[in-house]
Protein backbone atom coordinates (compact mmCIF):
# COMPACT_ATOMS: atom_id res chain seq x y z
CA UNK A 1 0.00 0.00 0.00
CA UNK A 2 0.79 3.48 -0.78
CA UNK A 3 0.20 6.59 1.46
CA UNK A 4 -0.18 10.08 -0.07
CA UNK A 5 0.30 12.97 2.19
CA UNK A 6 -0.59 16.66 0.83
CA UNK A 7 0.37 19.77 2.16
CA UNK A 8 -0.32 23.57 1.74
CA UNK A 9 -3.55 24.88 0.26
CA UNK A 10 -5.38 27.44 2.28
CA UNK A 11 -6.92 30.85 1.87
CA UNK A 12 -5.00 33.28 -0.64
CA UNK A 13 -5.75 36.42 -2.50
CA UNK A 14 -6.15 37.40 -6.16
CA UNK A 15 -2.72 37.47 -7.57
CA UNK A 16 -0.99 35.47 -4.94
CA UNK A 17 1.40 32.83 -5.06
CA UNK A 18 0.82 29.20 -2.93
CA UNK A 19 2.63 26.16 -3.16
CA UNK A 20 1.21 22.78 -2.95
CA UNK A 21 3.60 19.39 -1.97
CA UNK A 22 2.27 15.92 -1.84
CA UNK A 23 4.76 13.21 -0.58
CA UNK A 24 4.51 9.00 -1.07
CA UNK A 25 4.83 6.43 1.57
CA UNK A 26 5.02 3.01 0.85
CA UNK A 27 6.92 0.41 -0.50
CA UNK A 28 7.40 2.47 -3.95
CA UNK A 29 9.73 0.33 -6.58
CA UNK A 30 8.92 3.03 -9.54
CA UNK A 31 6.94 5.99 -10.31
CA UNK A 32 5.73 6.41 -13.37
CA UNK A 33 3.40 9.51 -13.26
CA UNK A 34 2.88 12.58 -10.75
CA UNK A 35 0.02 14.61 -10.65
CA UNK A 36 -2.03 17.23 -9.44
CA UNK A 37 -6.40 17.48 -10.54
CA UNK A 38 -8.96 19.58 -8.71
CA UNK A 39 -12.42 19.62 -8.05
CA UNK A 40 -14.92 22.68 -7.92
CA UNK A 41 -18.14 22.61 -6.85
CA UNK A 42 -20.32 20.95 -8.97
CA UNK A 43 -17.79 20.48 -12.00
CA UNK A 44 -15.46 17.40 -12.72
CA UNK A 45 -11.94 16.58 -11.81
CA UNK A 46 -9.76 18.31 -13.86
CA UNK A 47 -5.69 17.96 -14.74
CA UNK A 48 -3.84 20.75 -13.67
CA UNK A 49 -0.54 18.87 -14.10
CA UNK A 50 1.40 16.64 -14.49
CA UNK A 51 4.77 15.34 -14.49
CA UNK A 52 5.92 11.87 -16.57
CA UNK A 53 9.08 9.70 -15.57
CA UNK A 54 11.01 11.37 -18.04
CA UNK A 55 10.27 14.71 -16.44
CA UNK A 56 8.30 15.49 -19.53
CA UNK A 57 5.61 18.00 -17.85
CA UNK A 58 1.71 18.09 -18.78
CA UNK A 59 -0.60 21.28 -18.27
CA UNK A 60 -3.73 22.12 -18.12
CA UNK A 61 -4.76 24.78 -20.51
CA UNK A 62 -6.43 27.13 -17.46
CA UNK A 63 -3.07 26.94 -15.34
CA UNK A 64 -0.32 27.33 -18.26
CA UNK A 65 2.30 29.80 -17.44
CA UNK A 66 0.78 30.51 -14.13
CA UNK A 67 2.01 26.87 -12.25
CA UNK A 68 4.81 24.90 -12.06
CA UNK A 69 4.97 21.24 -11.46
CA UNK A 70 8.10 19.94 -10.04
CA UNK A 71 9.75 16.47 -7.81
CA UNK A 72 11.98 15.68 -5.73
CA UNK A 73 12.67 11.66 -6.40
CA UNK A 74 14.65 11.38 -3.50
CA UNK A 75 11.52 11.89 -1.48
CA UNK A 76 8.86 11.13 -3.49
CA UNK A 77 7.80 14.22 -3.65
CA UNK A 78 5.98 16.55 -5.82
CA UNK A 79 5.37 20.05 -6.05
CA UNK A 80 2.84 22.41 -7.25
CA UNK A 81 3.90 26.17 -7.37
CA UNK A 82 1.23 28.62 -8.15
CA UNK A 83 1.39 32.13 -9.20
CA UNK A 84 -1.55 34.93 -9.64
CA UNK A 85 -3.87 32.99 -8.55
CA UNK A 86 -7.63 33.18 -9.64
CA UNK A 87 -11.10 32.70 -8.33
CA UNK A 88 -11.46 30.62 -10.08
CA UNK A 89 -8.43 28.53 -9.21
CA UNK A 90 -10.67 27.55 -6.28
CA UNK A 91 -11.09 24.02 -5.74
CA UNK A 92 -9.92 21.06 -3.71
CA UNK A 93 -6.68 19.82 -5.19
CA UNK A 94 -6.01 16.48 -5.28
CA UNK A 95 -2.16 14.52 -5.99
CA UNK A 96 -2.59 11.45 -8.27
CA UNK A 97 0.60 8.95 -8.38
CA UNK A 98 1.25 6.18 -10.70
CA UNK A 99 3.72 3.73 -9.24
CA UNK A 100 4.45 0.36 -8.99
CA UNK A 101 5.16 -1.59 -5.75
CA UNK A 102 7.06 -4.68 -4.32
CA UNK A 103 4.78 -6.46 -1.93
CA UNK A 104 6.07 -10.39 -1.25
CA UNK A 105 8.31 -10.54 -3.94
CA UNK A 106 5.55 -9.42 -6.44
CA UNK A 107 5.57 -5.98 -8.36
CA UNK A 108 1.95 -4.43 -9.26
CA UNK A 109 1.68 -0.96 -10.77
CA UNK A 110 -1.87 1.20 -9.41
CA UNK A 111 -2.76 4.77 -9.16
CA UNK A 112 -2.81 6.48 -5.46
CA UNK A 113 -4.72 9.70 -4.78
CA UNK A 114 -4.19 11.91 -1.59
CA UNK A 115 -7.06 13.09 0.44
CA UNK A 116 -7.53 16.27 -1.21
CA UNK A 117 -6.55 20.16 -0.07
CA UNK A 118 -8.33 23.42 -0.40
CA UNK A 119 -7.27 25.87 -1.99
CA UNK A 120 -9.97 29.13 -2.12
CA UNK A 121 -8.87 32.05 -3.69
CA UNK A 122 -10.89 35.62 -2.73
CA UNK A 123 -11.45 38.33 -5.12
Known sequence: QV???ESGGGLVQA???QILSCSAFGS???IYTMGWYRQAPG???ELVAMIIG???TNYGDSVKGRFTISRD???NTVYLQMNGLKPEDTAVYYCNFDV???YNGKLSRSTYWG???QLTVSS
Open 3 to 5: QLM
Open 15 to 17: GGS
Open 28 to 30: IAS
Open 43 to 45: KQR
Open 54 to 56: GGK
Open 73 to 75: NAK
Open 100 to 102: STL
Open 115 to 117: QGT
